[in-house]
């Protein structure tokens, strides 16, 4: 098993097709909290207040534009009103139901740090953690590189 996001079939190796491979949501760790879903998120922003833009903006919160791009693939909407039959294949489905069914959605931290530290020294610190290193020693190699990432 591999925590992964739901682009990384994109880079599967030719040949490979649904019967390889899985998903499944994260499990319920607490009642209290639900069922949880960790992902990333794009943000539409009306930068100048006109009638076309509000316009743009009321139908972008609409399910329509979402469904379109949801049947294109790659992108997994978390409007509650979209379809699931639009997505292009069972996997992505899935991974839409699991999303619109999550009781808890919280964002992915290391896509807020700086590529540097997020892709770079936290992800591997993780590995090197859970591969048996000592925490003191991960988490002080992980502040070298945000002191450096953040100036």
């Keep these: 098993m591999h925590r992964q996001a739901s ?4 880079f599967f190796p030719e ?3 649904e019967e390889d491979y899985a998903v499944f949501p994260f499990p319920e760790i ?3 909290y639900g069922v949880p879903a960790l992902g990333a998120g794009d943000v ?3 930068l100048n207040d006109t009638p076309e833009a509000r316009a743009f903006m009321q139908y972008m919160a609409t399910a329509e534009p979402h469904e379109i791009w949801a049947a294109r693939g790659g992108f997994l909407s978390p409007h509650k009103g979209v379809d699931l039959s639009v997505y292009p294949d069972d996997i992505t489905r899935a991974q839409a ?3 619109a069914g999550a009781e808890v959605f919280r964002f992915d931290g290391s896509d807020l740090m700086p590529a540097a530290v997020g892709a770079g020294t936290f992800w591997t610190g993780v590995m090197d953690y ?3 290193d000592d925490l003191d020693t991960v988490l002080k190699a992980i502040e070298v590189s945000a002191v450096d990432a953040y100036k």
């Excluded at 682009?7 to 994109?10: L, W, Y």
């Design 7 to 10: 682009f990384i079939t994109s």
């Design 15 to 17: 040949g490979v097709t």
């Design 130 to 132: 859970v591969g048996g």
């Design 30 to 32: 607490d009642a209290k």
């Design 97 to 99: 139901e699991a999303l």
């Design 44 to 46: 539409f922003v009306m």
